[in-house]
């Protein structure tokens, strides 16, 4: 079992930056892979990004590309969302997930993270 424990979200204006953090516990952190999903207002849930426990193969969505980075500290157990040129559109609850490196699906979630982006 793993826990994912997100932190970091806020208010921020556009253009502004914020750094999310998601605390992992429970398991090794070795084997996993980590992701950013978000759901905004009436919207669907929107993959944001994805990176390997061991810091390699990242990969974004199209929206946040150029934009956002992820990063992962094996010895905090950590993985964080670097988010810069804030747009209103980013405004969204920003979820963590991982999955066993050889799974598909994501099984394990944190609760969210408000980030609301102002004009």
């Known amino acids: 079992q793993v826990q994912l424990v997100e932190s970091g979200g806020g208010l921020v204006q556009a253009g502004g930056s914020l750094r999310l953090s998601c605390a992992a516990s429970?398991?090794?952190?070795?084997?996993?892979?980590f992701a950013w999903f978000r759901q905004g207002p009436g919207k669907e849930r929107e993959f944001v990004g994805s990176?390997?426990?061991?810091?390699?193969?990242?990969y974004y969505g199209d929206s946040v590309k150029d934009r956002f980075t992820i990063s992962a500290d094996n010895a905090k157990n950590t993985v964080y969302l670097q988010m810069n040129s804030l747009k209103p559109d980013d405004t969204a609850v920003y979820y963590c997930?991982?999955?066993?490196?050889?799974?598909?699906?994501?099984?394990?979630w944190g609760q969210g993270t408000q980030v609301t982006v102002s004009s």
């Open positions: 997930a991982a999955r066993i490196d050889s799974s598909y699906k994501y099984s394990y």
């Open positions: 429970g398991r090794t952190f070795s084997n996993y892979v």
């Open positions: 990176i390997r426990s061991s810091g390699s193969s990242t």
